[in-house]
């Protein structure tokens, strides 16, 4: 009788060279809580999984050279679903490793370390996931009960059904 006998395994074969240009979903391997900078600006170092390479980013918050205001944590915290419920809150720490989203990637020229020279994947910006429910200007509908039964004669009428239903109606 034949039958499968373990050898082990392939080892996995190291992929060359960067990911293509595009959209991909990641999963947030690791990270360091941000750190402030001499300038102010705070520092979130982050190592994410995409399709089963290693892509080191670090999205930073505070004051672009020009005077602008940025936010490049708050787009990671939003597009991995790790954002605090209200502004001014802190952020969960402890639930942002293994936390997925999506971002998208381009390919550089890395201009220091052991990568100097090579192409290498950099994480051009993460995409927002779409919310879902009423937005603050929209608020959610509600209708009183006599607006309902009308709406639910004129529907049973559509679909030739009785305008009335009585409980001894029911089959069962």
């Known amino acids: 009788m034949n039958s499968y006998r ?3 395994g392939e080892q996995r074969r190291p992929v ?28 979130l170092k982050v ?23 940025r936010d490049g944590i708050g787009e990671f915290l939003l597009a991995c679903g790790r954002a605090p419920k209200n502004k ?9 490793e293994g936390a997925h989203g999506k971002c998208r990637l381009k390919v550089e020229t890395a201009q220091m370390g052991a990568l100097a ?6 994480v051009a910006y993460y995409y927002r996931p779409k919310e879902v429910g009423p937005t ?17 004669k004129e529907a049973a009428k559509q679909a030739g059904g009785p305008s009335e239903m009585e409980p001894e109606d029911i089959p069962f």
């Open 117 to 122: 020279g090579k192409p290498v994947n950099r």
């Open 88 to 96: 001014g809150d802190e952020p969960d720490w402890g639930k942002v």
């Open 136 to 152: 603050a200007s929209e608020q959610p509908r509600s209708y009183t009960p006599d607006e309902f039964a009308k709406a639910r």
């Open 47 to 69: 190592r994410l999984t995409i399709q089963g390479q290693t892509i080191f980013d670090q999205p930073w918050s505070g004051e672009t050279t020009q005077g602008e205001p």
């Open 16 to 43: 060359s060279g960067p990911l293509a240009e595009g959209d991909y979903g990641f999963e947030v391997a690791e990270y360091q809580e941000p750190y402030q900078k001499a300038n102010g600006n705070w520092v």
């Open 6 to 8: 373990f050898s082990g």
